[in-house]
């Protein structure tokens, strides 16, 4: 049986690695983050939080040359 649990285990070492890479956990690492260095403000909304994020992606030089 414990050949099973590695396997799930390896399953989601993997999905969390993937969901690292491709920013699908951002908003949870916001929110770990806020808890831990802005304890008594209130955090935004994953609304809010994503047009944030585009907001600082797309405002200013977008090119490097």
Do not use: N
Not at 25 to 51: C, I, M, Q, S, V
Request: proline residues 3%; charged residues 30%; positive net charge.
């Amino acid at each position: 049986m414990a050949v099973g649990g590695d396997i799930a285990r390896g399953f989601k070492a993997a999905w969390r690695y993937l969901r690292e890479v491709s920013g699908d956990d951002a908003y949870e690492r916001y929110l770990a983050h806020h808890a831990a260095h802005h304890a008594g403000e209130t955090p935004l909304t994953p609304k809010e939080y994503f047009a944030e994020r585009q907001r600082r992606k797309w405002t200013g030089v977008t090119r490097c040359c």
